[in-house]
């Protein structure tokens, strides 16, 4: 997985820019406020979340770990995508989002272009509890491993699994490992995945 970069801008557009990075051009998706500070020829610095589909690859990237962290907890949210997510970023910061989560106000995120009434009181309902303590202490280890395994379960998701068996799958197994492998996606998913691997050849092969 890749988790940052840093590289060269090589072309920026409205919301998306290119980074080269060891001889690579990566195209990342982010908000017109990153794109706004990425200048060609520049070095560019990004927190980043791959999301992985059978048919796709795509990055996000974000200027700050408190965005990355917001963004995979809105992913987690009942009919919020990547770009739905992204969205969200793109018309409020994070202290904004996390207000209006503790406030109960689904007001904000009716105003974001893509998010229904619905979908916007199911991100107040589905993240309470959740942003206040990941935007006060943004970065430090405890929070580290929640992340992870929420980027682990969308990589299981994307290569077949239903979200309730990836999301279990990853539970139990970050409970067995040890620090250094819950702290690690490429580590909790490779572990993930050997739990996983046989169980689904043997319903394919039944």
Do not use: Y
Request: no cysteine; charged share 15%.
């Amino acid at each position: 997985m890749i988790s940052s970069l840093r590289g060269r801008v090589a072309h920026v557009e409205a919301e998306s820019v290119v980074v080269e990075v060891g001889g690579v051009g990566l195209a990342v998706h982010v908000t017109p406020q990153v794109a706004r500070t990425a200048h060609v020829g520049h070095e560019l610095a990004l927190h980043t979340n791959l999301i992985v589909r059978e048919d796709a690859l795509t990055l996000f990237g974000f200027s700050s770990r408190d965005e990355l962290v917001v963004f995979s907890q809105l992913l987690g949210v009942t009919g919020v995508g990547p770009k739905s997510a992204l969205g969200v970023l793109s018309a409020l910061t994070v202290g904004q989002i996390a207000d209006a989560v503790a406030a109960d106000d689904d007001a904000p995120f009716r105003r974001v272009s893509g998010i229904g009434p619905k979908t916007a009181k199911l991100i107040v309902v589905q993240l309470a509890g959740k942003l206040a303590p990941v935007h006060a202490t943004a970065g430090a280890a405890p929070d580290a491993a929640p992340v992870v395994s929420a980027q682990v379960t969308q990589a299981l998701v994307g290569l077949g699994w239903s979200e309730r068996i990836a999301a279990e799958a990853v539970a139990s197994v970050a409970a067995d490992a040890g620090e250094h492998e819950r702290a690690s996606v490429s580590a909790l998913l490779r572990l993930t995945l050997a739990v996983l691997g046989p169980a689904r050849k043997e319903s394919v092969g039944g």
